[in-house]
């Protein structure tokens, strides 16, 4: 039953965020919802301890957007911001693999021409 819980929240979270991410700019949320699904695959056969670190840092993510959201409607979507800066506390903790991949994602983000260069329908 305690399995079903888990799996069933963990499910919730990341619908929650997939659905924040129809807030932002095309090509953000193209790259966004990839890098989400990659991560929650990746944390699919994740220890206990490890799943405890990253439902809470994925909640955190989803309270973060969730309120940035809220805070930009109204606005035009090219003069919002979104995002956080990380503490140097949270950058200690991370593995030599996660700055790699923190300072892929951060390349890929502020770029000029993304890779993921979406153009949406104009109706």
Same mark, same amino acid.
Request: glycine share 6%; net charge negative.
């Given at each position: 039953?305690?399995?079903?819980?888990?799996?069933?929240?963990?499910?919730?979270?990341?619908?929650?965020? +997939?659905?924040?991410?129809?807030?932002?700019?095309?090509?953000?949320?193209? +790259?966004?919802?990839q890098?989400?699904?990659?991560?929650?695959?990746?944390?699919?056969?994740?220890?206990?301890?490890?799943? =405890?670190?990253?439902? #809470?840092?994925?909640?955190?993510?989803?309270? #973060? +957007? !969730? #309120?940035?959201?809220?805070? /930009?409607?109204?606005?035009?979507l090219?003069?919002? =911001?979104?995002?956080?800066?990380? /503490?140097?506390?949270?950058?200690?903790?991370?593995?030599?693999?996660?700055?790699?991949?923190?300072?892929?994602?951060?390349?890929?983000?502020? =770029?000029?021409?993304?890779?993921?260069?979406? !153009?949406?329908?104009?109706?």
């Amino acid at each position: 039953m305690a399995a079903a819980a888990h799996v069933s929240a963990v499910r919730s979270l990341y619908k929650r965020i +997939l659905v924040l991410h129809r807030f932002l700019p095309i090509d953000l949320r193209a +790259l966004g919802d990839q890098y989400v699904k990659d991560e929650f695959r990746r944390h699919k056969g994740a220890t206990p301890e490890e799943v =405890k670190g990253f439902m #809470t840092e994925w909640e955190n993510y989803k309270d #973060t +957007l !969730q #309120t940035q959201v809220l805070e /930009s409607a109204g606005e035009r979507l090219s003069e919002v =911001k979104f995002g956080a800066n990380l /503490s140097d506390g949270k950058l200690r903790d991370f593995q030599d693999e996660q700055i790699g991949q923190l300072y892929e994602l951060m390349l890929e983000s502020t =770029k000029p021409n993304r890779q993921f260069d979406i !153009q949406e329908d104009s109706k």
